[in-house]
C-alpha cells in the first residue's frame, strides 16, 4: 500500500485540487442561484406593485402608465368602495439622515417644512419652505399636496414623476418624495403593522 502511495503521491494533490476546485464551482453555484432568486422576488414584487397601480379601482389612464393620481381623479373613479378597515400608518425616512425615520398615525394630517407648525416633521435645507408640504388621509387614501409654498414637492414612482399642486395626489408604498432637495422614502402600513402598496 505504502509503496503504491509512494509510485503515485501525485494523485493526492490532484484529489484535493479537484475536490477543491468542486467545492469552489459548488459555491458559486449557490451564490448565483440565491442572487437569481433575490432578482426574481424583487421583480415579482414590483410587479405586484405595478399591478396593484393598474387595477385599483379602475383607475384612469393616467395612472394605468404608472402616474400618480390626483385626488379628485381618485373619488370620481370609485375608488370610495375600496376603502381600509382600521387606521393606516405611515412610515417616512428621510434619505441620508438615519435618525429622521418617522412612523405616523395620520388621524390628523402631517405637515412637513423648515418650521411646521403643530403637528409637523422639520426638514432642514435651504430649499424647504417653512411650511412646504402636507400629507393627510382621505376615504382611507394617503395623499399629499403642496401648501404654495412657490418650492417644488415631487412625487417619484418608479422612473415617473409627478409635481404636486394644491389640490392632492394620492401617495403609495414605494413613492419617493422630493421636497425642495430633500428626499423622503415612503411605506404605508395598516393597523397590524403590514405594509399594504396602496
Known sequence: MSQLIKENWFLIPAAILILAGALFLLQKHRKTAREKKEQYERQLKDQVLNEALRNN???HTASRSGQAMPMEQA????QRAGLRQGPVVLHLVVK????KDYVLNLQ???CLGREPQGKGIVLEGEQVAPRHCEIFLYQGHV???DLASGRPTVLKRKERQTQVGGNGVQVMT???LLIGGIQAQIALMDHMGKVVEG
Open 108 to 110: 390628523d394630517p402631517i
Open 75 to 78: 373619488v370620481q373613479s370609485g
Open 143 to 145: 395623499y399629499i399636496r
Open 174 to 176: 414605494g413613492d419617493r
Open 96 to 99: 441620508g439622515r438615519p435618525d
Open 57 to 59: 379601482m379602475a383607475r
